[in-house]
Each structure stands twice: as C-alpha cells, then as structure tokens.
Antibody, heavy 120, light 106 residues
Framework: QVTLKESGPVLVKPTETLTLTCTVS??????????VSWIRQPPGKALEWLAH???????SYSTSLKRRLTISKDTSKGQVVLTMTNMDPVDTGTYYC????????????WGQGTLVTVSS | SYELTQPPSVSVSPGRTASITCSGD??????SCWYQQKPGQSPVLVIY???KRPSGIPERFSGSNSGNTATLTISGTQAMDEADYYC?????????FGGGTKLTVL
C-alpha cells in the first residue's frame, strides 16, 4: 500500500525558512522509476508545482521559485524534504507531496497535504 | 515558460456529457493527465497518458490529446462528479498544471 504523508510547521513567520518532510511507504525512493514532487495550493486557488526529485537524485524546480527552494531525499528514512526560504504571507496554503513514476508523467499517489500559514 | 489554459468553469446537466479542455503549445506531443479534486481533499488522478484510466476510475471518464488541446470527457455526468479538475503535463524536466476548471452539475 503506497502512502505519502507530509509533516512540518503549521505556522511560520514572514522571512523564516519553511522545512517540510514527506514520508513515503509502500515503495522505495531507491527504485529507479520513482520520483517525488512537492505541489502547493493557496486557499481557493489552483495547484502549483514547486519541485521534483528524480530517482537518480537529479532535481528540478519551478522557474519562478527556484531561488528559494531546495529539495532533497533521505532514502534510508524514506523521506523527501523541501525547504523554502524567505516565507511570505502569499506562501500560505496546503502543501502536498506526490509520487511520479518515470515515463508516465502523472502523479499517481498524493499525500493528504499540510496547511501552512505564514503570519506574524 | 510553458502554460496550460483551462476554462474556469463548465456546467452540465445530470446524465449529459461534460467536456473540459486544456490548451498548450504542441500539447499533443506530450503526455497529459487529469486530476479531480473535491473540497478539502487531495487531487485524484482520473486520466493518465492522455487517455488511460487508473484502476477504480469509472468508465464514464475518458481523455484525448491532439494538436494543442487535451480534453477530459465525462459521459453520463453524475452529481458526484462535481469538483475541480486540473490538467497537467511535463515540459522538459518541469511540471505544469492548468489553472483548473470547476465542474458544476445542475
């Protein structure tokens, strides 16, 4: 059974750095075909892709947010970590991690999401 | 940067066919997929690789992709299909989502 679960702070202050963890089970991050993305959704708005880490540890980032994002993984723990620097109230929203199988192009499994509020 | 454009809203009567479009430059040359999202829930994959249905997705959901447009079609739309729908594709090594379409069944 494949699951992904996001964890991290519920509230962060402006200018702080956000660190989110995605813990996966039911598949291995060492699998040559498995990658994980972070995707966010401001309240009432559309999905926005943030970053992806491929099975070979290559990373890809949203062009508009690239300077603020870092994605990494700890295969021994089954975790994918996203850091976002210089948080702003406009970054408030639900943050999801999702699994992508190489070559298919879709996200077949999603986490439940974690709501992050940026406020002083 | 690559963009995918969806209509903000589509309305359909129960039992009728709903079509939601997603437009992007040469989108037909890429794989497209579609997600359904209901309020307070995570997105669910309903179509992948243009026209494939994941296990558990009803047959009334179908997809196509050609030229600059991908289309999600829901035949015999049911009240339970009322939701937001998002298209998605990869451009080089980056992921792009459409702006979403709210499907209203009335």
């Amino acid at each position: 059974q494949v699951t992904l679960k996001e964890s991290g702070p519920v509230l962060v202050k402006p200018t702080e750095t956000l660190t989110l963890t995605c813990t996966v089970s039911g598949f291995s991050l060492t699998n040559a075909r498995m990658g994980v993305s972070w995707i966010r959704q401001p309240p009432g708005k559309a999905l926005e892709w943030l970053a992806h880490i491929f099975s070979n540890d290559e990373k890809s980032y949203s062009t508009s947010l690239k300077r603020r994002l870092t994605i990494s993984k700890d295969t021994s723990k089954g975790q994918v970590v996203l850091t976002m620097t210089n948080m702003d109230p406009v970054d408030t929203g639900t943050y999801y991690c999702a699994r992508a199988v190489a070559g298919q192009g879709d996200f077949d499994y999603w986490g439940q999401g974690t709501l992050v509020t940026v406020s002083s | 940067s690559y963009e995918l454009t969806q209509p903000p809203s589509v309305s359909v009567s129960p039992g009728r066919t709903a079509s939601i479009t997603c437009s992007g430059d040469k989108l037909g040359d890429k794989y497209s997929c579609w997600y359904q999202q209901k309020p307070g829930q995570s997105p669910v994959l309903v179509i992948y690789q243009d026209n494939k249905r994941p296990s558990g997705i009803p047959e009334r959901f179908s997809g196509s992709n050609s030229g600059n447009t991908a289309t999600l079609t829901i035949s015999g739309t049911q009240a339970m299909d009322e939701a937001d729908y998002y298209c998605q594709a990869w451009d080089s090594s980056t992921v792009v989502f459409g702006g979403g379409t709210k499907l209203t069944v009335l």
